[in-house]
């Protein structure tokens, strides 16, 4: 026989069909996002790993001074490796602000997949990077002057080796912006001269290793056989070359964060709508009594009140996922093509997305829904009838001072009658918080960054030279630059920039001869300062160096040591008066191209700020409306259980004669101030964490970005709360004035 509770199904729903409208499209939007991000991130994985092998990725790469003769290399692949040249080229452009790294067309390491146009079959044509061409809104057919050549740009590509544009492996974060990668023919390379010209060679182990562990052993065993042959000026393992492991690293990371977020939001949706359910629950005690009392089991009657939620949730996930797979996905590729340098791959399907946004989210809302419905349905049904739901009897109303009036007594009543509801929005207005700051707070989280870096800008050129040359720019003061790593205990190894200065000079005064300084940045991202003694090491070999700080220059997105020219020389073993730079607010103009290896400018120091908000804007935006809607959901539907729970009282205080206005005054007043406390008690702890959220996720890259969020945002996002919360109360006043005089008449023991 067909059980009749199913009939009552199709009415539950209809009668609280605006409820499980908004928690369907709110889930639906959710589900969608995360699926879709999450099918994105699947596919780009398998296409991402899939490219080693298709485009025979190299297994790392080094740079000598000079180039290396037949003999050199036939010695170097005694080491078990296979050797290809792999030069390039750096030059300034003239159509765009930016930097073109370029290679001669790779036919048998590290291959480029077209992406739109064809390679570069004449002299003067030139293939480039997909994603440096749209940030500099370059097409096929224009012409890009690198150099001093003119080129028409061919084709858009994408490397292999470059799926996020690293300039260098020390830098704090890719730059698609102001640094791109090309290829042209080899007569095309030639004529672009020797200047800025860099001897790199690409290697492949015969024996190829088992994991990262076995590569990092036969990495520093190749770099030690190198190193012995000839001058090494650059060596990067594959598995430490950020520009081809970052899309990796970061996707898996994004997705894990997606489906932790989900799983958030599933878990307060599931809270509020059992919330809902016990206030139904409470509604129909006299019935659900009877049923119990007719033989049905405690059973049967939860899977009724679990049927429609677990319902509800399951259309929304299978819809989501449809949408995840068409609306979302096209936006899921448009951020990572915004972000990496990607071949076209195609969208596949994905039973870990599936299972992630389809049915653990389903099993997530049947399980909080279970245990607190088989908690609410534990009484007897005796219970039920005489509709004494409370588990202990003897439980007493707490007192309240006579003293506080009675308007204020009664909101205190019904804050107090409530506490299951207002716990809820609480943690909705926390979370709710948590995104809206992200949203609001991250771009002025990055602009402060680049105030930061004009501000402590040391000068407006750094030149570092290939070899010591004589400058009459005025004003142009010799230094010398150098690197090291850190070698901090449980830390991620970083570069450190060494700089030996002038004691007195001009640009930086570390106060004298034998003063070791580090900067702001080294010292707050280390927890480092004065009389701390700090070691550092050599990048491409063992030797380590161990040094007092004295003081700590002004330096707040610079991982930087400062030491005088003297101590430099001495400590890593140069002659007196050596240099092989400049600090100069002026351009200099009177050393060949040849002798400079680096310039660095303000553009090069921001490259960060400017990646991530180019890359982060728009999802930023997107996080900050979530995070309204978020909280609108939730402080409505359980604004609109208070209310419906209240009925009976609402009703009776209109029959003694209260206004509309007056009783709004009681109940929807109650939800505002807790509403507002909310916003007030959970922003400094939202600061709190997010500040220290913030540390650990900039201590994973290189440099750092002090946490600093202008004041004004925390009472815009109070504001922004409060006004969305303006018109729950509007639509709560229409409901409160809806409620009958009649209703108090219903159901009187």
Same mark, same amino acid.
């Given at each position: ?20 409208? &908004? ?5 639906i ?17 398998k ?12 297994d ?46 790779r ?13 570069p ?61 090309? &290829? ?10 020797e200047?800025?010209l ?7 182990y ?39 492991q970052? &899309? ?36 129909? $005690? ?14 049967e ?34 951020? #990572? ?33 279970f ?91 750094? /030149? ?16 010398c ?46 927890g ?8 550092l090491k ?58 400079? $290896? $680096? ?22 935006d ?29 009703s ?17 007043v ?36 002090? /946490? ?5 945002? #925390? ?12 018109i729950?109360?509007?639509l ?18």
């Amino acid at each position: 026989m067909r059980n009749p509770l199913i009939r009552r199904l199709p009415r539950e729903l209809k009668s609280e069909f605006p409820k499980y409208l &908004v928690i369907f499209l709110f889930m639906i939007m959710v589900i969608g996002f995360v699926s879709g991000m999450s099918v994105a991130s699947g596919s780009l994985m398998k296409c991402y790993t899939e490219s080693f092998d298709k485009c025979n990725v190299e297994d790392g790469n080094f740079e000598l001074a000079i180039k290396a003769d037949e003999t050199l290399i036939s010695s170097l692949e005694e080491s078990d490796i296979k050797l290809y040249e792999n030069f390039y080229i750096e030059k300034d452009t003239k159509e765009v602000d930016s930097v073109l790294r370029v290679y001669k067309n790779r036919k048998d390491i590290n291959l480029v997949s077209i992406m739109k146009g064809e390679m570069p079959s004449e002299n003067n044509e030139i293939a480039i990077d997909r994603m440096y061409a749209d940030n500099n809104n370059l097409k096929v057919g224009d012409t890009l002057t690198v150099g001093e050549r003119a080129f028409t740009i061919s084709g858009l590509v994408a490397f292999s080796d470059y799926s996020a544009l690293y300039r260098s492996p020390s830098d704090m974060m890719f730059d698609a912006i102001k640094f791109g990668v090309a &290829v042209t023919t080899e007569e095309g390379f030639d004529s672009l001269g020797e200047a800025g010209l860099h001897y790199n060679y690409s290697w492949l182990y015969n024996t190829a290793p088992e994991d990262d562990i076995k590569a990092k052993e036969m990495s520093e065993e190749l770099l030690e056989s190198i190193a012995e042959k000839a001058p090494v000026t650059s060596f990067i393992p594959a598995f430490s070359n950020q520009a081809m492991q970052f &899309v990796g690293d970061d996707t898996g990371k994004d997705r894990i964060m997606f489906i932790v977020f989900l799983y958030i939001v599933i878990a307060i949706v599931a809270f509020i709508m059992a919330i809902t359910t016990s206030n139904t629950v409470a509604r129909e $005690a006299t019935v659900i009594g009877t049923l119990r009392a007719s033989g049905y089991k405690k059973s049967e009657i939860i899977l009724h009140y679990l049927a429609i939620p677990t319902l509800v949730t399951f259309i929304s996930a299978l819809i989501g996922n449809i949408l995840g797979y068409t609306v979302f996905k096209d936006y899921a590729l448009s951020i #990572y093509y915004t972000n990496y340098s990607l071949p076209l791959f195609d969208i596949m399907w994905n039973a870990d997305a599936f299972i992630s946004t389809t049915i653990i989210p389903v099993i997530l809302m049947f399980i909080i829904n279970f245990f607190i419905l088989k908690r609410k349905l534990s009484l007897s049904p005796l219970k039920f009838i005489r509709r004494d739901l409370k588990k202990n009897s003897k439980k007493k109303a707490i007192k309240l001072n006579k003293k506080i009036g009675f308007m204020h007594r009664f909101r205190l009543r019904i804050i107090l009658q409530n506490i299951p509801n207002y716990v809820t929005i609480v943690i909705g207005v926390f979370l709710a918080n948590i995104i809206i700051l992200l949203g609001l707070g991250f771009p002025k989280l990055l602009d402060n960054s680049s105030k930061l870096i004009s501000e402590s800008l040391i000068c407006n050129y750094q /030149y570092i030279l290939k070899a010591p040359a004589e400058t009459k720019c005025e004003g142009a003061e010799k230094y010398c630059a150098g690197s090291l790593v850190t070698d901090f205990e449980g830390r991620k190894k970083e570069s450190v920039t060494i700089y030996g200065l002038q004691p007195d000079g001009e640009y930086i005064n570390i106060g004298g001869e034998d003063e070791i300084c580090v900067s702001s940045a080294f010292s707050e991202k280390y927890g480092v300062g004065k009389g701390d003694t700090v070691t550092l090491k050599e990048e491409f070999g063992e030797k380590k160096y161990t040094f007092t700080i004295t003081g700590i220059i002004d330096a707040p997105v610079t991982i930087a040591m400062y030491m005088s020219r003297d101590i430099f020389c001495d400590s890593f073993d140069y002659e007196e008066g050596y240099y092989n730079g400049y600090l100069s607010d002026n351009k200099i103009t009177d050393i060949d191209e040849m002798l400079i $290896a $680096a310039t660095i400018t303000e553009d090069d120091m921001n490259k960060m700020s400017r990646q991530l908000t180019r890359s982060m804007g728009g999802v930023m935006d997107i996080f900050a409306v979530f995070g309204i809607v978020m909280f609108m959901l939730i402080v409505y539907l359980l604004s609109k259980i208070i209310i419906e729970k209240n009925s009976r009282s609402i009703s009776m205080t209109k029959i003694l004669g209260y206004s509309n206005k007056e009783i709004s005054g009681l109940y929807i007043v109650s939800t505002s101030i807790v509403v507002i406390a909310s916003f007030i008690v959970t922003m400094p702890i939202v600061d709190i964490l997010m500040r220290y959220v913030c540390i650990v996720m900039f201590s994973e890259f290189s440099g750092w970005m002090p /946490y600093v969020v202008p004041f004004y945002i #925390y009472p815009m996002i109070i504001g922004l709360g409060i006004a969305a919360y303006g018109i729950i109360a509007f639509l709560q006043y229409r409901r409160v004035k809806k409620v009958p005089l009649a209703e108090a008449l219903k159901n009187v023991e």
